[in-house]
Protein backbone atom coordinates (compact mmCIF):
# COMPACT_ATOMS: atom_id res chain seq x y z
CA UNK A 1 0.00 0.00 0.00
CA UNK A 2 3.08 2.55 1.03
CA UNK A 3 4.47 1.74 -1.97
CA UNK A 4 1.49 2.49 -4.58
CA UNK A 5 1.23 5.51 -2.45
CA UNK A 6 5.03 6.52 -2.51
CA UNK A 7 5.21 6.48 -6.32
CA UNK A 8 2.44 9.63 -6.16
CA UNK A 9 4.22 11.83 -3.87
CA UNK A 10 5.07 15.23 -4.82
CA UNK A 11 1.93 15.14 -7.12
CA UNK A 12 -0.81 17.94 -6.01
CA UNK A 13 -4.07 16.58 -5.80
CA UNK A 14 -6.27 19.50 -4.85
CA UNK A 15 -4.05 20.01 -1.96
CA UNK A 16 -4.16 23.75 -0.98
CA UNK A 17 -1.96 25.91 0.63
CA UNK A 18 -4.30 27.90 3.08
CA UNK A 19 -1.77 29.66 5.04
CA UNK A 20 1.65 29.32 5.24
CA UNK A 21 2.57 25.71 6.24
CA UNK A 22 -1.47 24.58 6.59
CA UNK A 23 -3.13 22.65 4.12
CA UNK A 24 -6.04 21.69 3.08
CA UNK A 25 -6.47 17.71 2.37
CA UNK A 26 -9.73 16.92 2.51
CA UNK A 27 -12.35 15.47 -0.02
CA UNK A 28 -15.25 15.72 -2.05
CA UNK A 29 -18.34 13.50 -1.75
CA UNK A 30 -20.16 13.64 -4.96
CA UNK A 31 -21.46 10.17 -4.53
CA UNK A 32 -23.81 9.86 -1.31
CA UNK A 33 -27.37 10.70 -2.24
CA UNK A 34 -28.25 11.46 1.95
CA UNK A 35 -26.21 12.27 4.73
CA UNK A 36 -26.22 10.18 7.57
CA UNK A 37 -28.50 8.22 5.29
CA UNK A 38 -31.39 10.97 6.51
CA UNK A 39 -30.85 14.15 4.92
CA UNK A 40 -30.48 14.12 1.09
CA UNK A 41 -27.62 15.82 -0.52
CA UNK A 42 -27.66 16.63 -4.29
CA UNK A 43 -25.52 19.19 -3.98
CA UNK A 44 -22.47 17.02 -2.70
CA UNK A 45 -20.67 17.56 1.02
CA UNK A 46 -17.16 17.47 1.34
CA UNK A 47 -15.04 16.47 4.32
CA UNK A 48 -12.39 18.95 5.17
CA UNK A 49 -8.97 18.23 6.85
CA UNK A 50 -6.04 19.91 7.49
CA UNK A 51 -2.65 19.26 7.49
CA UNK A 52 -0.06 21.64 9.25
CA UNK A 53 3.15 20.94 8.72
CA UNK A 54 5.99 22.90 11.90
CA UNK A 55 8.57 21.48 14.21
CA UNK A 56 5.89 18.87 14.27
CA UNK A 57 3.49 17.58 11.40
CA UNK A 58 -0.72 17.52 12.77
CA UNK A 59 -3.16 16.63 10.65
CA UNK A 60 -6.48 18.24 12.39
CA UNK A 61 -9.36 16.07 11.87
CA UNK A 62 -8.93 12.55 12.09
CA UNK A 63 -9.15 12.24 8.29
CA UNK A 64 -12.49 11.76 6.06
CA UNK A 65 -15.31 9.35 5.38
CA UNK A 66 -14.07 5.63 4.56
CA UNK A 67 -14.75 5.67 1.20
CA UNK A 68 -12.78 7.92 0.23
CA UNK A 69 -9.53 6.93 1.97
CA UNK A 70 -7.61 6.51 -1.53
CA UNK A 71 -8.00 10.20 -2.24
CA UNK A 72 -7.36 11.18 0.98
CA UNK A 73 -3.82 9.40 1.54
CA UNK A 74 -2.90 10.15 -2.31
CA UNK A 75 -3.41 14.19 -0.79
CA UNK A 76 -1.82 13.46 2.31
CA UNK A 77 1.32 11.51 0.42
CA UNK A 78 1.81 14.38 -1.99
CA UNK A 79 3.16 16.77 0.88
CA UNK A 80 4.59 14.51 4.08
CA UNK A 81 5.74 10.63 4.13
CA UNK A 82 3.00 9.20 6.63
CA UNK A 83 6.25 8.75 9.05
CA UNK A 84 6.47 12.25 9.50
CA UNK A 85 2.99 12.63 10.84
CA UNK A 86 3.06 13.29 14.95
CA UNK A 87 -0.54 13.99 15.79
CA UNK A 88 -3.81 13.35 14.63
CA UNK A 89 -6.05 15.72 16.37
CA UNK A 90 -9.64 13.93 16.05
CA UNK A 91 -12.19 17.19 17.05
CA UNK A 92 -14.82 14.89 16.14
CA UNK A 93 -15.40 10.87 16.16
CA UNK A 94 -18.21 10.78 13.35
CA UNK A 95 -17.02 8.48 10.77
CA UNK A 96 -17.22 11.19 8.13
CA UNK A 97 -14.25 12.20 9.64
CA UNK A 98 -12.88 9.14 11.21
CA UNK A 99 -13.38 6.29 8.33
CA UNK A 100 -9.88 6.60 7.46
CA UNK A 101 -8.53 7.17 11.26
CA UNK A 102 -8.39 2.72 11.62
CA UNK A 103 -5.99 2.86 8.22
CA UNK A 104 -3.85 6.06 8.47
CA UNK A 105 -3.28 4.93 12.34
CA UNK A 106 -1.83 1.91 11.11
CA UNK A 107 0.21 3.86 8.25
CA UNK A 108 1.11 6.66 9.93
CA UNK A 109 3.30 4.03 13.10
CA UNK A 110 4.82 7.48 14.99
CA UNK A 111 1.19 9.20 15.31
CA UNK A 112 -0.37 9.62 18.71
CA UNK A 113 -3.69 10.63 18.26
CA UNK A 114 -4.98 13.76 20.32
CA UNK A 115 -8.57 13.43 21.38
CA UNK A 116 -10.95 14.72 24.07
CA UNK A 117 -11.92 11.99 27.16
CA UNK A 118 -14.88 10.53 25.85
CA UNK A 119 -13.92 10.44 22.29
CA UNK A 120 -11.05 8.10 23.22
CA UNK A 121 -13.56 5.60 24.42
CA UNK A 122 -15.71 6.15 21.01
CA UNK A 123 -12.14 5.36 19.30
CA UNK A 124 -12.01 1.93 21.50
CA UNK A 125 -15.37 1.35 20.59
CA UNK A 126 -15.13 1.95 17.23
CA UNK A 127 -12.07 1.00 15.65
CA UNK A 128 -10.71 -1.05 18.88
CA UNK A 129 -8.06 2.06 19.06
CA UNK A 130 -6.62 1.70 22.44
CA UNK A 131 -2.89 1.50 22.50
CA UNK A 132 -2.24 4.29 25.39
CA UNK A 133 1.12 5.03 24.11
CA UNK A 134 -0.42 6.56 21.03
CA UNK A 135 -3.35 7.99 22.53
CA UNK A 136 -3.34 11.63 24.20
CA UNK A 137 -6.59 12.97 26.06
CA UNK A 138 -7.07 16.43 26.00
CA UNK A 139 -8.66 18.66 28.28
CA UNK A 140 -10.84 22.08 27.71
CA UNK A 141 -7.89 24.70 26.78
CA UNK A 142 -5.27 22.08 27.20
CA UNK A 143 -2.13 23.30 24.42
CA UNK A 144 -0.04 21.38 22.23
CA UNK A 145 3.01 23.42 20.56
CA UNK A 146 4.01 22.23 17.25
CA UNK A 147 7.10 24.52 17.07
CA UNK A 148 6.35 27.56 16.04
CA UNK A 149 2.59 27.29 16.10
CA UNK A 150 0.86 26.26 18.98
CA UNK A 151 -2.84 24.60 19.13
CA UNK A 152 -5.39 25.09 21.69
CA UNK A 153 -8.11 22.53 22.40
CA UNK A 154 -11.47 23.73 22.94
CA UNK A 155 -14.00 21.35 24.30
CA UNK A 156 -17.64 22.22 22.45
CA UNK A 157 -19.96 19.39 23.34
CA UNK A 158 -22.90 18.35 21.60
CA UNK A 159 -21.72 20.60 18.38
CA UNK A 160 -22.19 17.75 17.26
CA UNK A 161 -21.73 14.79 19.38
CA UNK A 162 -20.64 14.99 23.11
CA UNK A 163 -17.06 14.11 22.35
CA UNK A 164 -17.03 17.30 20.15
CA UNK A 165 -13.80 19.79 20.35
CA UNK A 166 -12.45 22.46 18.14
CA UNK A 167 -9.00 23.61 17.94
CA UNK A 168 -7.29 26.73 17.38
CA UNK A 169 -3.78 27.77 16.11
CA UNK A 170 -2.74 30.77 18.22
CA UNK A 171 -0.72 31.75 15.39
CA UNK A 172 -2.55 31.71 12.44
CA UNK A 173 -5.69 32.16 14.50
CA UNK A 174 -7.53 30.25 12.70
CA UNK A 175 -10.26 28.05 14.49
CA UNK A 176 -10.51 24.20 12.95
CA UNK A 177 -14.60 24.41 14.19
CA UNK A 178 -15.07 20.89 13.64
CA UNK A 179 -18.90 20.33 12.10
CA UNK A 180 -19.82 23.90 13.29
CA UNK A 181 -20.45 26.60 10.81
CA UNK A 182 -20.11 23.39 8.29
CA UNK A 183 -22.42 23.33 4.93
CA UNK A 184 -23.48 20.69 2.50
CA UNK A 185 -22.10 21.31 -0.88
CA UNK A 186 -19.08 19.75 -2.64
CA UNK A 187 -16.25 22.47 -2.40
CA UNK A 188 -15.59 21.74 -6.51
CA UNK A 189 -12.69 23.66 -6.04
CA UNK A 190 -14.01 26.83 -4.00
CA UNK A 191 -12.23 26.61 -0.64
CA UNK A 192 -12.88 30.13 0.87
CA UNK A 193 -15.91 31.86 0.97
CA UNK A 194 -14.84 34.87 -1.23
CA UNK A 195 -15.30 32.07 -4.09
CA UNK A 196 -18.65 30.87 -3.60
CA UNK A 197 -22.19 31.97 -3.90
CA UNK A 198 -23.08 33.62 0.04
CA UNK A 199 -26.42 33.16 -0.59
CA UNK A 200 -26.47 29.46 -1.66
CA UNK A 201 -23.37 28.78 1.18
CA UNK A 202 -25.61 30.04 3.89
CA UNK A 203 -28.99 28.16 3.27
CA UNK A 204 -27.01 25.11 2.58
CA UNK A 205 -25.10 26.21 6.10
CA UNK A 206 -28.92 26.47 7.52
CA UNK A 207 -29.82 23.46 6.46
CA UNK A 208 -26.85 21.76 7.75
CA UNK A 209 -27.26 23.01 10.98
CA UNK A 210 -30.91 22.42 11.60
CA UNK A 211 -30.32 18.75 10.30
CA UNK A 212 -27.55 17.60 11.73
CA UNK A 213 -26.83 19.89 15.71
CA UNK A 214 -30.29 21.56 15.66
CA UNK A 215 -31.54 18.93 18.36
CA UNK A 216 -28.26 20.67 20.04
CA UNK A 217 -29.27 24.27 19.96
CA UNK A 218 -28.49 24.82 23.50
CA UNK A 219 -24.85 23.21 23.20
CA UNK A 220 -23.97 25.25 20.22
CA UNK A 221 -25.54 28.63 22.35
CA UNK A 222 -22.49 27.58 24.79
CA UNK A 223 -20.05 26.63 22.32
CA UNK A 224 -20.79 30.21 20.40
CA UNK A 225 -20.37 32.01 23.95
CA UNK A 226 -16.96 30.04 24.58
CA UNK A 227 -15.56 31.07 21.32
CA UNK A 228 -16.35 34.94 21.97
CA UNK A 229 -13.74 35.33 23.38
CA UNK A 230 -11.07 33.74 20.79
CA UNK A 231 -9.62 36.56 17.87
CA UNK A 232 -10.83 34.37 14.97
CA UNK A 233 -9.18 34.66 11.73
CA UNK A 234 -10.50 32.31 9.59
CA UNK A 235 -13.39 29.39 10.65
CA UNK A 236 -12.04 26.30 8.98
CA UNK A 237 -15.23 23.60 9.63
CA UNK A 238 -15.08 20.27 8.67
CA UNK A 239 -17.53 20.91 5.71
CA UNK A 240 -17.97 23.45 3.42
CA UNK A 241 -15.99 26.39 2.58
CA UNK A 242 -13.64 28.38 4.66
CA UNK A 243 -14.88 31.54 6.57
CA UNK A 244 -12.43 33.99 6.06
CA UNK A 245 -14.09 37.35 4.40
CA UNK A 246 -17.67 36.65 5.88
CA UNK A 247 -17.00 35.25 9.36
CA UNK A 248 -19.59 37.74 10.61
CA UNK A 249 -22.05 36.39 8.23
CA UNK A 250 -21.86 32.68 9.07
CA UNK A 251 -21.14 33.85 13.05
CA UNK A 252 -24.56 36.27 12.79
CA UNK A 253 -26.39 33.19 11.42
CA UNK A 254 -25.20 30.48 14.22
CA UNK A 255 -26.71 33.45 16.96
CA UNK A 256 -30.04 33.54 14.95
CA UNK A 257 -30.06 29.48 14.86
CA UNK A 258 -28.82 28.92 18.68
CA UNK A 259 -31.25 31.70 19.78
CA UNK A 260 -34.50 30.10 17.86
CA UNK A 261 -35.22 33.65 16.28
CA UNK A 262 -38.36 33.80 13.89
CA UNK A 263 -39.16 35.57 11.39
CA UNK A 264 -42.46 36.94 10.39
CA UNK A 265 -42.98 33.49 8.09
CA UNK A 266 -45.61 31.37 7.86
CA UNK A 267 -44.52 27.62 6.38
CA UNK A 268 -47.80 25.38 4.91
CA UNK A 269 -46.25 21.76 4.63
CA UNK A 270 -49.26 20.16 2.81
CA UNK A 271 -50.50 16.59 0.87
CA UNK A 272 -52.90 16.43 -1.23
CA UNK A 273 -54.27 12.87 -3.74
CA UNK A 274 -56.44 14.23 -5.73
CA UNK A 275 -56.11 17.94 -5.42
CA UNK A 276 -59.10 18.90 -2.85
CA UNK A 277 -56.65 20.47 -0.24
CA UNK A 278 -54.46 21.81 -2.70
CA UNK A 279 -57.31 23.74 -4.17
CA UNK A 280 -57.82 25.28 -0.57
CA UNK A 281 -53.70 25.62 0.05
CA UNK A 282 -53.49 27.62 -3.03
CA UNK A 283 -55.90 29.88 -1.71
CA UNK A 284 -54.46 30.09 1.77
CA UNK A 285 -51.53 31.02 0.23
CA UNK A 286 -52.65 33.36 -1.72
CA UNK A 287 -54.61 35.49 1.34
CA UNK A 288 -51.74 35.18 3.59
CA UNK A 289 -49.25 36.87 0.21
CA UNK A 290 -51.81 39.23 -0.26
CA UNK A 291 -51.54 40.41 3.26
CA UNK A 292 -47.63 40.54 2.84
CA UNK A 293 -46.90 37.40 4.99
CA UNK A 294 -43.87 35.35 3.66
CA UNK A 295 -44.96 32.14 3.07
CA UNK A 296 -43.64 28.58 2.06
CA UNK A 297 -44.92 26.42 0.57
CA UNK A 298 -43.97 22.53 0.89
CA UNK A 299 -45.69 19.93 -0.70
CA UNK A 300 -44.82 16.58 1.30
CA UNK A 301 -45.35 14.10 -1.27
CA UNK A 302 -42.03 15.76 -3.25
CA UNK A 303 -40.66 17.63 -0.67
CA UNK A 304 -38.08 15.77 1.77
CA UNK A 305 -38.63 17.09 5.55
CA UNK A 306 -35.20 17.79 5.50
CA UNK A 307 -35.97 21.16 3.81
CA UNK A 308 -39.16 21.59 5.38
CA UNK A 309 -37.51 21.22 8.99
CA UNK A 310 -35.03 23.91 7.83
CA UNK A 311 -37.85 26.23 7.09
CA UNK A 312 -39.53 25.68 10.18
CA UNK A 313 -36.83 26.31 12.48
CA UNK A 314 -37.52 30.04 11.89
CA UNK A 315 -41.22 30.11 10.62
CA UNK A 316 -43.36 31.65 13.25
CA UNK A 317 -46.43 29.49 12.03
CA UNK A 318 -46.83 26.45 10.19
CA UNK A 319 -50.33 25.46 8.63
CA UNK A 320 -50.72 21.36 7.96
CA UNK A 321 -52.95 21.02 5.18
CA UNK A 322 -54.10 17.56 4.42
CA UNK A 323 -56.74 15.06 3.59
CA UNK A 324 -57.93 11.86 6.38
CA UNK A 325 -55.87 8.98 5.07
CA UNK A 326 -56.56 5.63 6.23
CA UNK A 327 -59.13 7.06 9.22
CA UNK A 328 -55.16 9.22 10.14
CA UNK A 329 -53.30 12.24 9.11
CA UNK A 330 -51.94 12.39 5.22
CA UNK A 331 -48.66 10.39 5.82
CA UNK A 332 -45.87 12.02 4.16
CA UNK A 333 -47.61 15.90 6.06
CA UNK A 334 -47.12 13.63 9.63
CA UNK A 335 -43.76 12.34 8.82
CA UNK A 336 -42.62 15.72 8.02
CA UNK A 337 -44.18 17.14 11.34
CA UNK A 338 -42.19 14.18 13.21
CA UNK A 339 -39.06 15.01 11.68
CA UNK A 340 -39.63 18.83 13.02
CA UNK A 341 -40.57 17.64 16.40
CA UNK A 342 -37.53 15.13 16.44
CA UNK A 343 -35.34 18.38 16.38
CA UNK A 344 -37.31 19.90 19.45
CA UNK A 345 -38.86 22.56 17.47
CA UNK A 346 -41.01 23.31 20.70
CA UNK A 347 -43.58 26.02 21.01
CA UNK A 348 -44.87 26.84 17.64
CA UNK A 349 -47.92 28.03 16.63
CA UNK A 350 -49.83 25.68 13.93
CA UNK A 351 -53.15 25.39 12.12
CA UNK A 352 -54.83 22.75 10.09
CA UNK A 353 -56.85 22.40 7.36
CA UNK A 354 -58.34 19.93 5.26
CA UNK A 355 -60.54 17.60 2.79
CA UNK A 356 -61.92 14.15 3.95
CA UNK A 357 -63.95 11.86 1.81
CA UNK A 358 -66.53 10.08 4.47
CA UNK A 359 -65.10 10.28 7.78
CA UNK A 360 -62.48 13.12 9.24
CA UNK A 361 -60.77 14.04 12.02
CA UNK A 362 -57.71 11.98 10.36
CA UNK A 363 -56.02 15.19 12.11
CA UNK A 364 -56.20 13.92 15.94
CA UNK A 365 -53.30 11.84 16.09
CA UNK A 366 -51.17 14.85 14.60
CA UNK A 367 -52.48 17.00 16.91
CA UNK A 368 -51.69 14.80 19.77
CA UNK A 369 -47.49 14.86 18.61
CA UNK A 370 -47.13 18.71 18.23
CA UNK A 371 -49.29 19.22 22.04
CA UNK A 372 -46.97 17.36 23.60
CA UNK A 373 -44.37 19.63 22.26
CA UNK A 374 -45.84 22.41 23.71
CA UNK A 375 -47.11 23.65 20.17
CA UNK A 376 -50.51 25.80 20.46
CA UNK A 377 -53.04 25.08 17.70
CA UNK A 378 -54.38 28.10 16.00
CA UNK A 379 -58.77 27.56 15.73
CA UNK A 380 -60.58 27.18 13.82
CA UNK A 381 -59.82 23.49 12.21
CA UNK A 382 -61.23 23.84 9.03
CA UNK A 383 -62.39 20.32 7.70
CA UNK A 384 -64.46 19.54 4.18
CA UNK A 385 -65.69 17.14 2.79
CA UNK A 386 -64.94 16.57 -0.80
CA UNK A 387 -63.87 20.11 -2.36
CA UNK A 388 -64.20 23.59 -0.98
CA UNK A 389 -67.15 25.18 -1.18
CA UNK A 390 -68.47 29.06 -0.17
CA UNK A 391 -68.87 28.54 3.68
CA UNK A 392 -65.64 26.35 3.72
CA UNK A 393 -63.91 29.35 1.78
CA UNK A 394 -65.11 31.61 4.86
CA UNK A 395 -64.03 29.49 7.85
CA UNK A 396 -60.76 29.75 5.67
CA UNK A 397 -60.46 33.85 5.63
CA UNK A 398 -61.47 33.25 9.70
CA UNK A 399 -58.43 30.98 9.89
CA UNK A 400 -56.29 33.62 7.75
CA UNK A 401 -57.44 36.35 9.94
CA UNK A 402 -56.33 34.77 12.99
CA UNK A 403 -52.80 33.39 11.42
CA UNK A 404 -51.96 37.18 10.17
CA UNK A 405 -52.66 38.34 13.76
CA UNK A 406 -50.30 35.51 15.14
CA UNK A 407 -47.53 36.43 12.57
CA UNK A 408 -47.97 40.37 13.77
CA UNK A 409 -48.14 39.99 17.40
FE1 LIG B 1 -19.53 15.85 10.10
FE2 LIG B 1 -21.01 15.10 13.09
O1 LIG B 1 -19.98 14.81 11.56
Redesign the pocket.
Known sequence: MNNYFNLLRGVCLGVIEIVDGIYYVGVDDKKTKFFESIWPIPEGIS?NAYLIIDDKVALIEGGVKQDFSREFLKKLESIIDLDELDYIVVN?M????TGTLPLLYKMAKRAKIIISKMGKKMLKSFYGIENEERIITVRDFEELSLGKRKLKFIMTPGV??PE?MMTYEERSKILFS??AF?TYGSLDGSLFDSEVDLEVSLERAKRYFVN??GMYAIQAKNALNKLSKFEIRMIAP??GPIWKEHIKLILDLYTKLTNKEEEDKVLIVYGSMYGFTEEAVEVMARLLKENGIKTVVHNATYIHPSYSLSEAWDSKIIIFAFPTYDAGPFIPVYTTAYYIIRKNIMNKKFAIFGSYGWSGKGYMELIRMLEAKKWKLIEPIVEFNGGIRKDNLEKIKELVEKIIKEVKA
Open positions: YHEPDHHWTSDGIVSH
